[in-house]
């Protein structure tokens, strides 16, 4: 008896395996059916990425292929020679307003007396004195004549300044001199027989620097291979002794390419390196216009400062 339970103990773990075994069987196949599958989707995506790619290569080799047939074509055969020919034209082009620029700069620099100014003259001589003469250029008033007043003269620039017509305060030259010296009686009562019974006479001179208009005229110049003007010359006017400031001068833009500023000259000579720094920290040159004023600001094209870095 004791053998039988002892064989069915046995046969029932017997049994117990083979039932795990055949689970952990089915569990395994189907983590082998899960991974089959995987890596067919896997094989089936890399295989649609492989297609997509072959359908793309092959519609860029036609655009490329498209691109050297028009390129190819004799639209395209000149275009080199074009561009240059283009390029020698707007070089002509720029020159010839760069002529223009500088005619006009020294049409507007060229000082011209007003016309109403001998009138404001006469307006102004008091009525115990006369001019014998005067003499205008573009910048300089210069008079003569004779008062009976050691002052009139003073009152006469005062009121020619109260008018504007002088810059800054002018010489004024006053000696007395005798009534002989000036004329005889005759000569001012030519159809009388009068005695001249003034005693005091002065002659005075007067010479002034006129009210003018200043200009200040900026050029901006490219430096690279070589020298040439990229904006022709702006000149803009001011009043003398007033204050100029030019902006956004650290950049310019010509012809589709970007400059930087490098240096800087007013008429003529050199701003040393601060006084450079400064401006181009406030992207702006300012000044007073005293005079006319020349400003010359030297750039180099940023291509050209790339190709640089890249070579050293």
Known sequence: MANNGNKKIIVKKDMNFFAEFTASAAKAARLLTYAVLFGIAVVGIILVFIVIG??????????????????????????EVQAAALAETLKTKN????????????????????MDLPDVIADDIPSDSYLVQYQLTGTTLAMEGYSFSYYSPVDMVN?????????????INTTRIAAPDVGSPEEFFPDNNTVNAINNY???????????????????????????????????KYDAGSTYTIEDISTYEA???????????INGAGIDEESFNNILNANAISGVAN???????????????????EAQ
């Not at 009121?159 to 010489?171: H, I």
Request: proline letters at 2%; aromatic letters at 8%; one cysteine or more.
């Open 54 to 79: 072959i359908v793309r290569n092959t519609i860029i080799k036609g655009q490329i292929t498209a691109l050297e047939t028009q390129l190819a074509s004799d639209e395209y055969a000149n275009l």
């Open 255 to 265: 012809g589709g390419i970007t400059y930087n500023l490098q240096s800087i000259t």
């Open 291 to 309: 005079d006319n004023v020349d400003i010359a600001l030297y750039y180099t094209p940023v291509v050209a400062e790339t190709e640089t870095a």
């Open 159 to 171: 009121m020619l300044n109260e008018a504007g017509v002088f810059k800054v305060k002018p010489d």
């Open 202 to 236: 002065y002659n005075f001179t007067i010479i002034g620097t006129l009210v003018s208009d200043v200009y200040v005229s900026i050029e901006r110049i490219a430096t690279s291979d070589t020298v040439e003007s990229i904006s022709g010359i702006e000149t803009i």
């Open 95 to 114: 020159n010839y307003f760069y002529a223009l620029c500088q005619m006009r700069k020294n049409v507007d620099e060229t000082p011209a007396v007003s």
